[in-house]
Each structure stands twice: as structure tokens, then as C-alpha cells.
């Protein structure tokens, strides 16, 4: 897979997930949402698994899981129950988005040195700094 492709990817997939949530109408429950969001999701995911899978033996594929997929589909639920009710408290699309993405990339510099041990660099703290005067100045 080329190195750029998964930025690509996201980078589309944040633009439309962002479009979408916003979109949402004002009186449809945010949980319904996500459960007509999530059955959406499962049933792609389950159609790439045995069009991308050489051996296609969802048996064999399951004993390989562990906690993490349980986990991450709370974070999940978490993340965009969160992205919902932040578009209905009224951010904007290009503040919301901002704002939480800084926040969030400070948090991951700390995760990655405290639980995966990796290097903190000048340029990194230097980083941090701007994205916390920059939310300074997105707020004011």
C-alpha cells in the first residue's frame, strides 16, 4: 500500500464524517443514529473481509481477536456520540473539528511516551506549544 493512501483515506473519510454528523437532523435520537450508522458499518466491514481476505474463514479470523476491537467500538460510540452533541451545542464544522484534532494530538504525545515509550522531541514540545496558543487564539 502506498504511504500517502491510508492519509488520503482518512483525510476523505473525516471530511464526509464530519458533513454527515453535522447533518443529522436536530430531532433524531444521536443513539439511533449510530446504531443505523454502525449496522451500516458492520455490513461493509463484514463485505471487505471476505472480498480482502485470502483464506475468507471468518472462524479462523475471529480466535485471532482480542480486547481491542471491544474497546475500541466503545471509543468509538464515545467519539461520535461526542461529534453529535458538539454540532448540536453549536460548534462550527471548521472549529469543532480543529479544536478537538489539537487537543487530541497533545493527549497522543503524552500517550506515546508514557505508554509506548517513544522520544519527546524539541520540535514535538514546540508543536504542543502552538497548538495550544493556536486554540488560544481559535476561542477568542
Not at 85 to 98: D, E, H, N, P, Q
Not at 108 to 126: F, R, T
Amino acid at each position: 500500500m502506498p504511504y500517502y493512501l491510508p492519509v488520503v483515506m482518512i483525510v476523505l473519510s473525516n471530511v464526509f464524517y464530519n458533513i454527515c454528523t453535522k447533518s443529522l437532523p436536530a430531532a433524531a435520537n444521536p443513539f439511533l443514529s449510530l446504531v443505523v450508522t454502525y449496522m451500516v458499518g458492520a455490513g461493509a466491514s463484514l463485505a471487505l473481509f471476505f472480498l480482502c481476505s485470502p483464506d475468507r474463514s471468518l472462524a479462523h479470523a475471529v480466535q485471532q481477536v482480542n480486547w481491542a476491537p471491544v474497546v475500541l467500538g466503545l471509543s468509538i460510540v464515545g467519539l461520535e456520540a461526542g461529534y453529535i452533541f458538539l454540532y448540536r451545542a453549536g460548534w462550527k464544522v471548521s472549529m469543532g473539528s480543529i479544536v478537538c484534532n489539537s487537543v487530541l494530538a497533545i493527549v497522543l504525545i503524552a500517550v506515546g511516551v508514557l505508554l509506548y515509550h517513544e522520544k519527546i522531541s524539541v520540535n514535538q514540545v514546540i508543536g504542543m506549544a502552538l497548538c495550544a496558543a493556536g486554540l488560544v487564539f481559535i476561542n477568542r
